[in-house]
């Protein structure tokens, strides 16, 4: 039992981030792939855990640069 008295904790994500999980596996590995890092350490930054600031820096500018390749077209 949590108590009565705390509420829940929730994580607050980004529109990256929510956008990052949409993604397919396949897609994500990539990105993570461009980012230089793992899979794992992408999913956890997705979901709101903390991981480094390069990290999470590396993984926008890769989903900002998939974004505008896929408004180019």
């Known amino acids: ?3 009565n008295r705390h509420p829940s904790v929730k994580s607050l994500t980004t529109d990256a981030q929510n ?3 949409k993604l397919t596996r396949h897609r ?3 990105l993570a ?3 230089q890092t793992t899979l ?3 999913d956890q930054w997705a979901r709101g855990v903390a991981v480094g600031a390069d ?3 590396a993984l926008e500018r890769a989903l900002v640069q998939l974004q505008s390749k896929a408004a180019k077209k």
Do not use: D, L, Q
């Open 19 to 21: 956008a990052f999980r």
């Open 1 to 3: 039992m949590r108590g």
């Open 28 to 30: 994500r590995s990539h």
């Open 33 to 35: 792939k461009t980012a």
């Open 40 to 42: 794992v350490k992408a």
């Open 55 to 57: 990290v999470a820096e």
